[in-house]
């Protein structure tokens, strides 16, 4: 993808890469003091996570695993259809793990609601949820969010991971995806 390409996609920078960075790194503080002395097992979720993940992992002071799951409820759409479809599961077992399942993004909350019942009903010690971005906006259930990088609104967003069509994922911000890409 060119220059040209990229800056033809984005409709406008909603957080730069310093901003993202800083975040994340308070969240990896915030973790670190909240699971000290835990067995602390991270969830991401495929492929959107990698990079917020990776970047978390890096902050973290406290010992963890690393696992991922591939699940799917968008296809090439730009909503949430709410049907979930597991394309990877967990090679580790979460019986009296502590898991935080690291996200991307939220958008309605079904998905990850979805994902939470799965989790629990395989009996971790505890299961909790960091974001790096949320959609108050869409939500369509209530599920608890530990932690949140940022509140963003209801649009759709591209970079650091997110992608439109398996592109722009490796912008290093995120943006939202300008119109004309996706309505034709």
Not at 40 to 68: H, I, N, W, Y
Not at 165 to 178: C, D, K, M, Q, S
């Amino acid at each position: 993808m060119t220059q040209t390409e990229l800056e033809g996609a984005v409709g406008e920078v909603l957080i730069d890469e310093p901003t993202l960075q800083s975040r994340i790194i308070e969240l990896g503080e915030e973790i670190s003091n909240d699971y000290a002395g835990k067995d602390l097992l991270l969830v991401g979720v495929l492929k959107g996570a990698v990079f917020f993940m990776a970047d978390l992992m890096r902050s973290l002071t406290v010992p963890c695993e690393v696992d991922f799951m591939a699940i799917s409820s968008y296809g090439a759409e730009t909503d949430s259809s709410g049907v979930v479809r597991i394309l990877k599961d967990l090679d580790i077992p979460l019986q009296g793990r502590d898991v935080l399942i690291v996200e991307d993004i939220i958008d309605s909350g079904l998905t990850l609601s979805w994902l939470m019942s799965n989790l629990v009903s395989r009996e971790p010690a505890s299961v909790e949820v960091c974001t790096l971005l949320r959609k108050p906006e869409a939500a369509q259930v209530d599920v608890p969010v530990r932690y949140v990088g940022f509140d963003i609104p209801s649009e759709f967003v591209i970079g650091y991971g997110l992608d439109y069509g398996e592109r722009y994922r490796n912008v290093p911000f995120v943006g939202t995806l300008a119109p004309h890409v996706y309505s034709g």
